[in-house]
């Protein structure tokens, strides 16, 4: 995790929109007690359609989204 991805998290912990919701605040602080961030890339793993097919679809239905 670069320097400015740091900065971002933390100017993100700020937001009230984010502070509303305590799950995103609990990845947030996850991400940058581990310096390791959550790529949207890392999905192409589980196969070029799972993105599509599979993971945006139960985020949007779930209202699971930052």
Excluded: C, H
Aim: glycine share 4%; no cysteine; charged share 30%.
């Amino acid at each position: 995790m670069a320097e400015e991805d740091i900065k971002t998290g933390k100017r993100l912990l700020e937001e009230d929109w984010i502070r509303s919701n305590p799950e995103w605040v609990k990845e947030l602080e996850l991400m940058l007690a581990s310096k390791v961030k959550a790529e949207i890339q890392a999905l192409s793993s589980f196969g070029f359609q799972y993105l599509s097919q599979v993971y945006l679809p139960l985020k949007l239905q779930e209202g699971d989204w930052i």
